[in-house]
């Protein structure tokens, strides 16, 4: 089974960039068959897409974020990472990691794959 955590500062003031880690345990990120994504839920809204690295490296962001959102992996040690900058209190939410099946070449998929357990990240000052 394919098991994600988020890591990082629960507070960040506005201004400054959020940054978090997810760490992918029981399956690869580089060769798996998946979108390796952030998601996040502000208070009371839905879920929103935010971003994801391919297996092969390749990015890709949701246009309303794209130009403050960067999404980088560090292979070695199975982890990608999210860098949110210029955050408002807007971007207050519980932040998740996910893998989203897709349809590539050269990959592998997993019989069983589970979210992260969501992490609160709040902007105040």
Same mark, same amino acid.
């Given at each position: 089974?394919?098991?994600?955590? =988020?890591?990082? #500062?629960?507070?960040?003031?506005?201004?400054? @960039?959020? *940054?978090?880690?997810? $760490?992918? %345990?029981?399956?690869? +990120? &580089? &060769?798996?068959?998946?979108?390796? *994504?952030? +998601?996040?839920?502000?208070?009371?809204?839905?879920? =929103?897409? /935010?971003?994801? +690295?391919?297996?092969?490296?390749? !990015? *890709?962001?949701? #246009?309303?974020?794209?130009?403050?959102?960067?999404?980088?992996?560090?292979? *070695?040690?199975?982890?990608?990472?999210?860098?949110? %900058?210029?955050? @408002?209190? =807007?971007? @207050?939410?519980?932040?998740?990691?996910? #893998? +989203?099946? $897709?349809?590539?070449? /050269?990959?592998?998929?997993? =019989?069983?794959?589970?979210?992260?357990?969501? !992490?609160?990240? @709040?902007?105040?000052?």
């Amino acid at each position: 089974q394919v098991q994600l955590q =988020e890591s990082g #500062p629960g507070l960040v003031k506005p201004s400054q @960039t959020l *940054s978090l880690t997810c $760490t992918v %345990s029981g399956g690869s +990120i &580089t &060769t798996g068959c998946y979108a390796w *994504s952030w +998601i996040r839920q502000p208070p009371g809204k839905g879920l =929103e897409w /935010m971003g994801a +690295i391919a297996y092969d490296g390749v !990015t *890709s962001y949701s #246009p309303s974020l794209k130009s403050r959102t960067s999404i980088s992996r560090d292979a *070695s040690k199975n982890q990608f990472s999210l860098q949110l %900058s210029s955050v @408002t209190p =807007e971007d @207050t939410a519980v932040y998740y990691c996910a #893998p +989203i099946a $897709t349809v590539q070449d /050269m990959c592998v998929l997993y =019989e069983n794959t589970y979210w992260g357990q969501g !992490t609160q990240v @709040t902007v105040s000052s």
